[in-house]
């Protein structure tokens, strides 16, 4: 069993990462007590019921009461609020974080309420399934992942050291990133994917009219995936991209200049430019493997472990 290193950790929100939280600290030892609070009550019946945290609230005052770590664990558009709502409860030398894959807007939203003596360190677990809520979370999702950390100008070092201590402890690998860098590697590696997935199954669902639901019935072929990740959470993704919008427009822009590429080689015919460019983006995905991010299992591990669907962001918090 590992050392305890937070006595108290409150979880707000009871969705997938804060229920992997929960299973992660507690295989391990990590803390004394987790307490948790969502704005459902529903959502706080079932985590009654299923034993999701040591002690469920029923305000989220109550939950952030004399814990040394709260984790905002709700979409990014209700972090302010959350923050605000807290802000006259928190300890002295507590330490406030994230779970949200933006960045530049959270740090915007949250630490106007952060008070003196508090440490505010932001965080952003790079691991998910597409399931949602209380029952979705376990305790190996967060095993090998990557969480960055984006800690606020003149935060205390040993703050931003426990906190990292936390998330190895918890399976991860973590890397510290300023907010603007943070965004950007983001906006490549998750919310353009996701936009794009969310375009082409809009597009195929169009399509599906016309085709008396063969797009359905054939998907393996390759839709299948998008749809995966296309079954996301809508509040989340909605506040992701309204938040991130400079750094997601650029890339997106990015794209429609390759895409734009990619269309002018196939109406000529040019052979060698698309050969070239799967070669080159094969590599890629070669690398994501060798890296452990992946698994090259066929059918990306289905029917196995679930190991290919744990390598992604498209995770869901729940309030």
């Not at 997938?16 to 030892?29: E, F, Q, T």
């Not at 305000?59 to 558009?77: R, Y």
């Not at 106007?112 to 597409?130: D, L, N, Q, S, Y």
Request: glycine share 10%; net charge negative.
């Amino acid at each position: 069993m590992s050392k305890v290193i937070y006595d108290r950790v409150a979880l707000i929100g009871l969705g997938l990462i804060a229920g992997s939280m929960y299973h992660a600290i507690k295989r391990a030892g990590l803390a004394r007590e987790v307490t948790g609070f969502a704005r459902s009550g529903e959502t706080r019946d079932i985590a009654r019921e299923i034993g999701l945290c040591d002690r469920v609230c029923d305000s989220v005052a109550e939950a952030a009461e004399g814990a040394d770590l709260v984790v905002l664990c709700v979409p990014i558009g209700a972090m302010g609020q959350v923050a605000q709502d807290i802000s006259g409860v928190l300890k002295p030398g507590a330490t406030v974080t994230d779970v949200g894959s933006v960045k530049g807007a959270v740090i915007e939203a949250v630490s106007p309420h952060i008070p003196k003596g508090v440490h505010f360190v932001p965080g952003h677990p790079m691991a998910g399934t597409e399931h949602s809520g209380p029952r979705s979370g376990f305790a190996e999702l967060f095993d090998n992942r990557w969480c960055l950390l984006v800690p606020v100008e003149g935060t205390d070092q040993a703050a931003v050291d426990r906190l990292e201590s936390l998330w190895k402890a918890m399976g991860a690998n973590v890397e510290v990133m300023e907010p603007d860098h943070h965004d950007l590697v983001c906006a490549v590696t998750s919310h353009a994917p996701h936009l794009i997935a969310y375009t082409m199954v809009g597009v195929a669902d169009d399509l599906r009219r016309v085709t008396d639901n063969e797009v359905i019935k054939f998907s393996a072929a390759g839709f299948r995936d998008f749809t995966r990740i296309a079954a996301s959470d809508p509040t989340m993704w909605r506040d992701v991209f309204l938040s991130n919008k400079e750094a997601t427009l650029e890339i997106l822009g990015r794209f429609t200049e390759e895409l734009f590429s990619l269309q002018r080689a196939i109406r000529t015919g040019d052979g060698d430019l698309l050969f070239d460019y799967f070669t080159r983006t094969r590599a890629i995905r070669r690398g994501i493997i060798d890296a452990g991010q992946d698994t090259d299992a066929p059918n990306f591990g289905r029917g196995g472990s679930g190991a290919g669907d744990r390598a992604s962001d498209d995770r869901a918090s729940d309030d």
